[in-house]
């Protein structure tokens, strides 16, 4: 035992000291030369989506975010230079459309009569004074407002008398450009839902019109706005609404069935004409003209230039992608709040 520890322990003491000190040095002074990096290299490649021309049905429903508005007032206009001679109605008043409203004296224009004096020289004899009544009638159905006619007083041809407010509503809601070159034909009635309303029921009347352009400006320098287009229609008399109710306007301007199909996406232009990206034998897409028909906003009608099974990009090439809303919500925040528009 006493050779072990005078001998055998501290032998095996050094050489451990000995094996660190000299990994020690090695790892400060002489460390692995860098292996050599590979060179990288691509081994995949980048493939465009295509889809083939398929057939399939399309419905082409513009759908339109709008409000319920009350029917705008007629106007009254006076129908003679003269004086008011008698007032049958108040402000206030319902009435019906062509109701005696309100009358006017009107002084006749003197006629002068000529005769044979005694000597046979013409005598010319004035007229008596004359005059007639005009009356003014209610234009439409309603209650009238703003009426403040009063006996004796003087009107003019054409002077606003007061308004008739009808009873009547209207479903009213703008439409983008995009939306009216989907609507190549206007139907007569639309669908309308409202929320917490009545149950969806057919808008008569439907028109579409495009206001003035805006003469004011935002400040001084800037150009005048374009007019908005309106597409409203009126709401029948038996179904219950309310002026501000929302409401959801569904424009049916055509249908078509088993008909030459691709997505919207695949396509550059969305109306009358556009261009696809043919996929020729080599595998790549070229530019290639189409007509289009209807749309129902995700499928496009091909009339004319494709045949169905040819291969078209999916996606028209260096168009802007379209946000993920799931995987970037602040990406779509400025879409979100551009709806409506």
């Given at each position: 035992?006493?050779v072990?520890?005078?001998w055998?322990?501290?032998?095996?003491?050094?050489?451990?000291v000995a094996?660190?000190?000299?990994?020690?040095?090695?790892?400060a002074f002489?460390p692995?030369?860098?292996?050599?990096?590979a060179?990288?290299?691509?081994?995949g490649?980048?493939?465009?989506p295509?889809?083939?021309?398929?057939?399939?049905?399309?419905?082409?429903?513009v759908?339109?975010s709008?409000?319920?508005?009350?029917?705008?007032?007629?106007?009254?206009?006076?129908?003679?230079?003269?004086?008011v001679?008698?007032?049958?109605?108040?402000?206030?008043?319902?009435?019906?459309?062509?109701?005696?409203?309100?009358?006017i004296?009107?002084?006749?224009?003197p006629?002068e009569?000529?005769?044979?004096?005694p000597?046979?020289?013409?005598?010319?004899?004035?007229?008596p004074?004359g005059?007639?009544?005009?009356q003014?009638?209610?234009?439409?159905?309603?209650?009238?407002?703003g009426f403040?006619?009063?006996?004796?007083?003087?009107?003019?041809?054409?002077q606003?008398?007061?308004?008739?407010?009808p009873?009547?509503f209207?479903v009213?809601?703008?439409?983008?450009p995009?939306?009216?070159?989907?609507?190549?034909?206007?139907?007569?009635?639309?669908?309308?839902?409202?929320?917490?309303?009545?149950?969806?029921?057919a808008?008569t009347?439907?028109?579409?019109?495009?206001?003035?352009?805006?003469?004011?400006?935002?400040?001084?320098g800037?150009?005048?706005?374009?007019?908005?287009?309106?597409?409203?229609?009126t709401?029948?008399?038996?179904?219950?609404?309310?002026?501000?109710?929302?409401?959801?306007?569904?424009?049916?301007?055509?249908s078509?069935?088993?008909?030459?199909?691709?997505?919207?996406t695949?396509?550059?232009?969305g109306?009358?004409?556009?261009?696809?990206?043919?996929?020729?034998?080599?595998?790549?897409?070229?530019?290639?003209?189409?007509?289009?028909g209807?749309?129902?906003?995700?499928?496009?009608?091909?009339?004319?230039?494709?045949?169905?099974?040819?291969?078209?990009?999916?996606?028209?090439?260096?168009?802007?992608?379209?946000?993920?809303?799931m995987?970037?919500?602040?990406?779509?925040e400025g879409v979100?709040?551009?709806?409506?528009?």
């Open positions: 035992m006493g072990w520890r005078k055998i322990f501290p032998i095996v003491r050094m050489v451990l094996a660190i000190a000299v990994a020690l040095v090695k790892l002489f692995d030369a860098p292996q050599a990096e060179a990288l290299q691509p081994t490649t980048i493939t465009e295509q889809v083939p021309v398929a057939r399939a049905s399309v419905r082409n429903d759908v339109l709008g409000t319920v508005a009350a029917d705008p007032a007629v106007a009254v206009k006076a129908t003679a230079n003269g004086t001679d008698e007032v049958f109605v108040k402000d206030g008043q319902p009435v019906n459309a062509g109701d005696v409203l309100f009358d004296k009107v002084v006749d224009e006629v009569t000529t005769t044979a004096g000597d046979g020289a013409p005598l010319v004899a004035p007229a004074p005059h007639h009544f005009e003014v009638l209610a234009p439409v159905a309603g209650v009238l407002t403040e006619v009063l006996p004796e007083q003087a009107v003019a041809v054409g606003d008398s007061g308004r008739v407010a009873p009547s209207r009213q809601a703008t439409l983008s995009e939306q009216q070159y989907r609507l190549t034909q206007v139907p007569a009635e639309a669908q309308v839902a409202i929320s917490g309303g009545p149950a969806p029921f808008c009347g439907l028109t579409i019109s495009v206001a003035d352009a805006a003469a004011d400006t935002a400040g001084e800037a150009a005048p706005t374009g007019g908005s287009t309106t597409a409203h229609c709401v029948p008399g038996d179904v219950k609404v309310f002026a501000g109710l929302a409401a959801e306007l569904t424009i049916s301007a055509g078509a069935d088993d008909v030459l199909v691709v997505p919207t695949a396509v550059e232009g109306a009358e004409t556009g261009v696809v990206w043919l996929v020729g034998e080599d595998g790549e897409g070229a530019e290639h003209p189409v007509t289009l209807l749309t129902d906003g995700e499928n496009v009608q091909i009339l004319d230039g494709l045949a169905e099974g040819d291969q078209v990009l999916q996606f028209v090439p260096g168009a802007a992608a379209e946000p993920d809303c995987v970037d919500p602040m990406a779509c979100v709040m551009g709806l409506g528009e």
